[in-house]
């Protein structure tokens, strides 16, 4: 048997969902689903390197969101920006990350907008930093070009958004 004619296996998280056509999405939802944990656990990490152990990885990217370009962001924005659904989750993440003095909050009218404090702001700095060290030096390893890089990522957002349509159709089952 030749290189060719051995049958590749498959790595999938669940056996069930990857019969019949279309079973590579499995190897798509499989690699999202590690992918998910390593990034998380990346985040967590990299901020404890960067000076702070207590953010979870929701709480870590809303202060990176908010600290985005230096421009105010209200919670519909931080959500819409991460496509997160629950509003609750990222609002007591605002308040966490208030309480810790990471961000500050302006109301205007009836609308409260977030920005990073000069402690968030530093903050965001050291895991930047941290992040060129640990991750964006190993990166050259994976022999992918810039461009390479580009095209997944939006193949990903490409991605997300047939899973935003699907749960649409499947909410009205």
């Not at 049958?7 to 056996?15: F, L």
């Not at 997160?84 to 309480?99: F, G, P």
């Not at 810790?100 to 302006?106: A, D, F, G, R």
């Not at 890089?149 to 749960?167: H, P």
Request: proline content about 2%; hydrophobic content about 35%.
């Amino acid at each position: 048997m030749s290189e060719h004619d051995i049958p590749k296996r498959r790595i999938v998280s669940s056996r069930h969902l990857a019969d019949g056509a279309n079973w590579e999405s499995s190897e798509i939802e499989y690699g999202m689903i590690i992918a998910y944990n390593a990034f998380s656990r990346w985040m967590t990490r990299c901020m404890s390197a960067a000076g702070n152990t207590d953010l979870t990885p929701l709480e870590i990217l809303v202060l990176h969101n908010t600290n985005h370009r230096g421009r105010d962001k209200r919670l519909t924005d931080i959500c819409f920006l991460l496509n997160i659904e629950d509003t609750h989750t990222v609002n007591y993440a605002l308040r966490k990350l208030m309480k810790m003095e990471l961000l500050v909050s302006e109301k205007r009218g009836k609308e409260v907008f977030y920005s990073a404090s000069p402690t968030g702001e530093e903050l965001c700095e050291a895991y930047r930093e941290v992040r060129e060290r640990c991750f964006l030096d190993g990166l050259s390893r994976l022999d992918m070009t810039g461009e390479e890089m580009r095209e997944i990522a939006a193949s990903m957002r490409a991605l997300s958004g047939q899973y935003d349509q699907a749960s649409r159709a499947a909410a009205s089952l």
